[in-house]
């Protein structure tokens, strides 16, 4: 298959490398993958761009896809005409049987790209929101107009597309998050992140990754925190992440309350040693999905074996078996110290759950196994809607 990928932007946040890694699996998979993301405005430390080079995949970047997201904005409007123009001869002259498209600028311009086209290719949405797509008048028109199929990772997700879009059910396929799971090997020799961190080695560690915006409700684990070591005042929280936010989501709650320097470690982002950092985990939690919705850090987590603490926001709850692999629980302070305290304080109930999500993530994130039900579903999309 000829496939062309669509992403709307520079940065290498959100779903920026799973969208990289799924086109590398696809061209080992021997197709024609090419992908058309938009150019860096400067020379960034990560990137699309890099991503592509590091992966060895076609990338292209002759297309603004420059989003109108903001008013100011408007200037783009004879850019993005220019990129469905140039975008429906590029899909033409290299004869592409497939568009998938990932954010919501980059379907405008692939959809309408598409109809402009002699060729007609099917346009594939990939489902990367964390709460699902928007589902209003608007949107239920274009989807339906410009939209052969969508992907997703969630039931929940699955069920709002079918059921909101009004989008026909055989359109529409859940498939497995994934992973570079070579990556991830808990009996791998990490660096020690607890001398780093000034964390005692006999203390449990409660990590979370993040962006500490508001909405990730670090809060409630804070309040949950205080608790806790109240009963184990040995007992670590660390924080990894960083944001603008970080002062309202962290520091705030933090001093109001109370709590000690010593028991909360501020570990920023970290890049070259974020595997170690995991490793230093004895439970991973995470309260809400950030922008990608597939929650990328607490499967990481899992494939590094940790237990897991997660509430039912988002696909949160599909990605943890409750009482197997870790806990889910109610989205607040209390069901939190519920469900971390005997985990901290017995190493003999932590032990078999991160051995369970170890062997669950390794199953079923593999890069293999998504690129082949993305794979089998464009082929279904295409025996319903061929290409000329």
């Known amino acids: 298959m000829k496939i062309l990928h669509l992403f709307s932007d520079w940065k290498w946040t959100g779903p920026a490398e799973p969208v990289v890694n799924l086109c590398h699996t696809l061209q080992q998979r021997g197709h024609e993958v090419t992908l058309a993301y938009r150019r860096p405005p400067f020379e960034a430390p990560e990137s699309v761009e890099k991503g592509v080079k590091e992966k060895g995949i076609k990338g292209i970047d002759i ?19 220019s990129d469905i123009k140039g975008i429906s001869r590029y899909i033409d002259q290299d004869g592409f049987e497939v568009v998938n498209v990932h954010s919501s600028h980059d379907h405008i311009v692939g959809g309408l790209a ?16 964390r709460d699902s797509l928007n589902a ?37 396929v859940k498939v497995h998050p994934a992973l570079d799971l070579r990556r991830f090997d808990p009996k791998r020799r990490y660096r020690d992140m607890r001398s780093v ?19 990730r409700r670090t809060d409630l684990l804070l309040e949950a925190f205080s608790e806790l070591i109240k009963t184990v005042p040995d007992a670590r929280l660390l924080l990894v992440g960083r944001s603008s936010q970080m002062h309202k989501s962290v520091l705030e709650p933090i001093k109001r309350l109370g709590l000690k320097n010593n028991n909360i470690v501020l570990a920023g982002y970290r890049k070259e040693d974020y595997l170690d950092t995991l490793a230093c985990m004895d439970i991973f939690t995470l309260i809400s999905p950030g922008s990608d919705g597939t929650a990328r850090a607490l499967r990481e987590a899992m494939a590094m074996g940790k237990p897991v603490v997660v509430t039912r926001r988002g ?25 971390l ?36 579903f464009y082929q279904r999309i295409l025996e319903k809607v061929p290409s000329a």
């Open 63 to 81: 297309f603004r896809l420059a989003p109108i997201s903001k008013p100011y904005h408007i200037y783009r409007l004879k850019t993005l005409i």
């Open 315 to 339: 696909m949160l709850p599909e990605l943890v078996q409750n009482g197997i692999t870790g806990f889910v629980v109610q989205e607040n302070p209390e069901a939190l110290y519920q469900a």
């Open 114 to 129: 598409v109809r402009a086209s002699r060729r007609h290719p099917p346009v594939i949405r990939m489902d990367h929101k």
């Open 136 to 172: 209003d008048l608007i949107s239920r028109w274009f989807f339906r107009r410009y939209t052969d199929g969508l992907i997703t990772f969630s039931e929940k997700s699955k069920k709002k597309l079918i059921e909101e879009l009004g989008f026909p059910q055989q359109r529409v």
């Open 197 to 215: 961190f000034g964390i005692p080695q006999d203390a449990a560690v409660v990590g979370i990754v993040a962006r500490f915006q508001k909405y």
């Open 341 to 376: 305290l005997p985990m901290v304080k017995d190493e003999k109930l932590c032990s078999p759950m991160g051995r369970s999500a170890h062997d669950i993530a390794h199953k079923e994130f593999r890069l293999e196994h998504q690129a082949e039900e993305v794979e089998a």
